[in-house]
Nanobody, 111 residues
Framework: QVQLVESGGGLVQAGGSLRLSCAAS????????MHWYRQAPGNQRDLVAT???????NYADSVKGRFTISRDNAKNTVYLQMNSLKPDDTAVYYC?????WGQGTQVTVSS
């Protein structure tokens, strides 16, 4: 089973930036579609961004133009670069792929 470990969350002021990382175990990573989700308190877990094995990406409308998902297959890692952060982006961010979830990393954006 693939293990996913997120890092890079924290507290940032509105307008700031953070980069999340998700490190995956296993050689299957480079063939996998990978996703970032987020869940705010009291809300459902929502899809934020997707990256396919060939590099094509999709984004939720709420983050288009501000967030960028990327991957480094040599490092078995997927990234989420988050710019122009807003208080509404505050949530626990989860990496998902190959049937596995990471443990989540907290992102808090202060106004």
């Amino acid at each position: 089973q693939v293990q996913l470990v997120e890092s890079g969350g924290g507290l940032v002021q509105a307008g700031g930036s953070l980069r999340l990382s998700c490190a995956a175990s296993g050689s299957i990573f480079r063939f996998a579609t990978m996703h970032w989700y987020r869940q705010a308190p009291g809300n459902q877990r929502d899809l934020v961004a997707t990256i396919y094995s060939g590099g094509r990406t999709n984004y939720a409308d709420s983050v288009k133009g501000r967030f960028t998902i990327s991957r480094d297959n040599a490092k078995n890692t997927v990234y989420l670069q988050m710019n122009s952060l807003k208080p509404d982006d505050t949530a626990v961010y989860y990496c998902y792929g190959v049937g596995s979830w990471g443990q989540g990393t907290q992102v808090t954006v202060s106004s």
